[in-house]
Nanobody, 116 residues
Framework: QVQLVESGGGLVQPGESLRLSCAVS?????????MGWYRQAPGKQRELVAD???????NYADSAKGRFIISRDDAKNTAYLQMNSVKPEDTAVYSC?????????WGQGTQVTVSS
């Protein structure tokens, strides 16, 4: 069973950068079909931020394009979300997702708050 643990959230000011990490256990990250980052803001539905396939293909929400970068370190079995030029509207709980053979695994989430 895949287990995911996120870290790296916190309070940042608009325009700053933040890197989220998702430590994977129970399976090699290189064999997981798709790793993704999702977020849910208060009163809103959870939405995809970015994902990356085993082949390294990436996909970004329009709101993340040009600012966020998803990556995967196979040696550390960890996925990352580099968040640059953050905005107040990026405030949300960010969750890591592993999708393999149509089975989803989720982390507990990490809070990101963007405020001056």
């Amino acid at each position: 069973q895949v287990q995911l643990v996120e870290s790296g959230g916190g309070l940042v000011q608009p325009g700053e950068s933040l890197r989220l990490s998702c430590a994977v256990s129970g399976r090699r990250i290189s064999s997981i079909n798709t790793m993704g980052w999702y977020r849910q803001a208060p009163g809103k539905q959870r939405e995809l931020v970015a994902d990356i396939t085993t082949a390294g293909r990436t996909n970004y929400a329009d709101s993340a394009k040009g600012r966020f970068i998803i990556s995967r370190d196979d040696a550390k079995n960890t996925a990352y979300l580099q968040m640059n030029s953050v905005k107040p509207e990026d405030t949300a709980v960010y969750s890591c997702n592993a999708r393999h053979l149509f089975i989803d695994s989720w982390g507990q989430g990490t809070q990101v708050t963007v405020s001056s």
